[in-house]
T-cell receptor
Framework: KNEVEQSPQNLTAQEGEFITINCSYS?????LHWLQQHPGGGIVSLFM???GKKKHGRLIATINIQEKHSSLHITASHPRDSAVYIC???????????FGTGTRLTIIP | GAGVSQSPSNKVTEKGKDVELRCDPI?????LYWYRQSLGQGLEFLIY????????KSGLPSDRFSAERTGGSVSTLTIQRTQQEDSAVYLC?????????????FGPGTRLLVL
């Protein structure tokens, strides 16, 4: 079993739909990262959160440390949101990241 | 300001040859990470540098892989006697101090193809 699991692996939705991507982890962590990888391969850090909820524009990330679960939400989705979304966790005592396998999101106009 | 840069952006080499991949972190960032993303696979950690501390090499897949960071800035990842399974995108990231709750800033990656 992977230490970091994401679901779904692939998600296709119509423009404007509300998107939810889930991440579950099995190790103790101090924070969780959400990353976005564009079709060209570049990776951008979206959020780093250790509790509660963070919002940036149309993106919202939540985390429940007790349940070892985080979600990334996109409101009013747009084709430019099409990318691979990756969650990653630094393990306690270690700054290096362990990554989920990613969720490939495609937003259709 | 400039972000993390990597060179070359693409590298094609023959099996058995050595390659060097370069990473220039964001100025002032003391922590530097190398990751690898193989085709169809997720990202995996390779090596981590923080200041003058000994690097964390626990992710290096074999002794053919090595990395150094000169002057606390530029880093070079070297792969000796390349194999076809080394083909991947090699990503470098940096963060300010390497704290567990810091954002890591990623470079564009070097796409390595071993023929």
């Amino acid at each position: 079993k992977n230490e970091v699991e994401q679901s779904p692996q692939n998600l296709t939705a119509q423009e404007g739909e509300f998107i939810t991507i889930n991440c579950s982890y099995s190790v103790g962590i101090s924070a969780l990262h959400w990353l976005q990888q564009h079709p060209g391969g570049g990776i951008v850090s979206l959020f780093m959160l250790s509790s509660g909820k963070k919002k940036h524009g149309r993106l919202i990330a939540t985390i429940n440390i007790q349940e070892k679960h985080s979600s990334l939400h996109i409101t009013a989705s747009h084709p430019r949101d099409s990318a691979v979304y990756i969650c990653a966790v630094p393990r306690f005592g270690n700054e290096k990241l362990t990554f989920g396998t990613g969720t490939r999101l495609t937003i259709i106009p | 300001g400039a972000g993390v840069s990597q060179s070359p952006s693409n590298k094609v080499t023959e099996k058995g040859k050595d390659v060097e991949l370069r990473c220039d972190p964001i100025s002032g960032h003391t922590a530097l990470y190398w990751y690898r993303q193989s085709l169809g696979q997720g990202l995996e950690f390779l090596i981590y540098f923080q200041g003058n501390s000994a690097p964390d090499k626990s992710g290096l897949p074999s002794d053919r892989f090595s990395a150094e960071r000169t002057g606390g800035s530029v880093s070079t990842l070297t792969i000796q006697r390349t194999q076809q399974e080394d083909s991947a995108v090699y990503l470098c990231a940096s963060s300010l101090t390497g704290g567990k709750q810091e954002t890591q800033y990623f470079g564009p990656g070097t796409r390595l193809l071993v023929l």
